[in-house]
C-alpha cells in the first residue's frame, strides 16, 4: 500500500500550488483522506480532510483558499492552493483512513505518503 505525492515546489506569496496524492496497492474509494503539513521546528497540523461522498473539512486558516478534491477511478486526491502565504511553508503530507468518518487528528490515519515540499517566499 503506497500513497504518492506530488505538485510541491517554491513560489512566491499570493501563487497557487497544486498537490495530488495517488494511492496503490488497494483503493481508497471507501476511505476519507487528508492532508497534514509540518513547518520546521513545528508539529504536524491538519490540513483538510474529504470522504468518498466528497463531505469535507478544513483548518480555519486555510478555509477560502485551500480546496480538496478527489477521483475515486483513480485512486487520487488533490489539494489546490490558492492565495499561498508564508506561513502555509512546509512539507505536505497526503494520508488515508480506514474507514470513511472525517477525522483532523494524525494518529486516526492508517496510511501515510512521503511527503512533498512546499516553499512560499518572495
Known amino acids: 500500500v503506497q500513497l504518492q505525492a506530488s505538485g510541491g515546489g517554491l513560489v512566491q506569496p499570493g501563487g497557487s500550488l497544486r498537490l495530488s496524492c495517488a494511492g496503490s496497492?488497494?483503493?481508497?474509494?471507501?476511505?476519507?483522506m487528508g492532508w497534514f503539513r509540518q513547518a520546521p521546528g513545528k508539529e504536524r497540523e491538519f490540513v483538510a480532510t474529504?470522504?468518498?461522498?466528497?463531505?469535507?473539512y478544513y483548518q480555519d486558516s486555510v478555509k477560502g483558499r485551500f480546496t480538496i478534491s478527489r477521483d475515486n477511478a483513480k485512486n487520487t486526491v488533490y489539494l489546490q492552493m490558492n492565495g499561498l502565504k508564508p506561513e502555509d511553508t512546509g512539507v505536505y503530507y497526503c494520508a488515508a483512513r480506514s474507514s470513511p468518518a472525517l477525522r483532523s487528528q494524525a494518529y486516526e490515519y492508517s496510511f501515510w505518503g512521503q511527503g512533498t515540499q512546499v516553499t512560499v517566499s518572495s
Open positions: 474529504i470522504n468518498w461522498s466528497g463531505s469535507f
Open positions: 496497492g488497494r483503493t481508497f474509494s471507501s476511505s476519507a
